[in-house]
């Protein structure tokens, strides 16, 4: 039995199906969970039907049951990292998983993704438990039409999309790479990309370079289904064994060290370094990207400190123009070349005295793919750059 369980399980990995973030709102509160097992199963009913099946042990199950709603957001080929985020994998739970994107409210209270392909909202009508498994049926109230794209896919293990998306890098007539597409996370892409585009031009000057850029889980989404053929990015929040098994590779180019940014006449300006639990009662900006927001969390926790979180931002400019206004201090690891906001004002840099976890910017590639010339030539560069600076 155990053999024929295995075999069915490594069977079924081989059958494509949409990616979809089931969620649900109501007395039992806000709660999501990622499924692939989802299934119309009538339209001629007097409303129509769908299911899904979602484990027992799951976060998401006991809230449908208790709520008597769910909606099915069927996502976009771009949108690997809320699958991601709602599979429990950069650690987010509860309310947290939500902060991912961004969401309206259906006919039955649950929330429905903004940018999702599909989005059906349903009443819960019937729930039969088969193994491990509730299979809930939906009678759906609503129906979201499609934006523009194509559905996530989800086969042998790892993200895929209907059609196959364009290739990373294109060829010349005789043989050589003429395109290269590369993705870098926005916060520190300014800081390196620009000085090794322009190298690899000067040894490669008929190479078109694509740069896609984009916070931690969008970058690894892009090189995951190949629409980037390299990404630079952090080492952490990577794919694991329980994920995408085995389909990245990265290589740790340099570690960084955190740091705390000061307004330029802020009060520890003579300081030589800060201790976080000395910055406690003072207003935290907080980079507000799932990886950022996370590794500088855990930080603060660890040195046994409640920062208080004034504001939050997406953007690395953002907050170093907020903090130059006097607005609050940041904790960051991307060093610009300046010490002035992008509005003018004088910023200080501020070693922490505590003992931070260090992170590392990491060159990643997709294992099963082999490389361009082109893109062995941008690796190249990259280990050159960053491991000249160590």
Known sequence: MTDVRQAFIDG????AATVNVVTTNGPAGKAGVTVSAMSSVSAD??????????????????????NGVFAVNILRDDQSFVSDT??????????????????????????LLNGALVSFDC???GERTVGSHHVFFGEVEQVRLPEHGRALIYSNRSYGTPLSLPSASATSEDGEASRLSVACVSSFAPL??????LTLNEKMPDLRIDVLEGDQAQVTHLVETGEAELALLYDRHMPDDRHVPGILETDALVALEPYVLLPEKHRFAEKSECLLAELAEEPLVLLEQPLSRDYIMSAFAAAGVNPKVAMRTPSFEM????????LGYAMLVTRPATDLSYDGHGLLIKPIADPVEQISISLAKRKDRALSD???????ECRSVFRSNR
């Open 45 to 66: 009913t007097a409303k129509p039907t769908l299911l899904v099946c979602i484990n027992e042990a799951s976060a998401g199950a006991a809230p449908i049951i208790e």
């Open 319 to 326: 907050l170093r123009s907020l903090v130059g206004n006097g």
């Open 374 to 380: 082109a893109a062995k030539a941008y690796a190249d």
């Open 192 to 197: 390196y990309v620009p000085n090794l585009l």
């Open 12 to 15: 079924m990995s081989y059958v």
């Open 86 to 111: 709602f599979a429990g994998r950069y650690g987010d739970k509860g309310d947290a998983k939500f902060g991912c994107a961004e969401w309206d409210v259906g006919e039955t209270g649950s929330p």
């Open 123 to 125: 009443k819960l009508v």
